[in-house]
């Protein structure tokens, strides 16, 4: 098992840049896969990126590709999310989570992922 704590939201003007970080306790997580996932209130939950355990693959969702990079630091338990010009549309709560796996594929399956963080709130304005 492994528990997962978000940092880094805020208050941000379009254009601007934030770090996004997910930092596990109890012990290293270099077996799990991690994703971030995105959610407005009495929404669903909409998958951002993920990225294998062992960091070499990556995946993002269409609509923050080139924007948003995700990347991990096992050493330090912990995965990061920079988003860069940030859009309006880019408000939401964030969430970490993690699963399992060994695979050398990611997955952009919510229920692939069992264990997940409390969120942190993400605004961007205009």
């Known amino acids: 098992q492994v528990q997962l704590v978000e940092s880094g939201g805020g208050l941000v003007q379009a254009g601007g840049s934030l770090r996004l970080a997910c930092a596990a306790s109890?012990?290293?997580?270099?077996?799990?896969?991690m994703a971030w996932f995105r959610q407005a209130p009495g929404n669903e939950r909409n998958f951002v990126a993920a990225i294998t355990s062992s960091g070499t693959v990556t995946g993002y969702a269409d609509s923050v590709k080139g924007r948003f990079t995700i990347s991990r630091d096992n050493a330090k338990n912990t995965v990061y999310l920079q988003m860069n010009s940030l859009k309006p549309e880019d408000t939401f709560v964030y969430y970490c989570?993690?699963?399992?796996?060994?695979?050398?594929?990611?997955?952009?399956?919510?229920?692939?992922?069992?264990?997940w963080g409390q969120g942190t709130q993400v605004t961007v304005s205009s």
């Open positions: 989570a993690a699963r399992y796996s060994g695979s050398r594929y990611y997955s952009r399956r919510e229920d692939d992922y069992a264990y």
């Open positions: 109890g012990r290293p997580f270099s077996s799990y896969a």
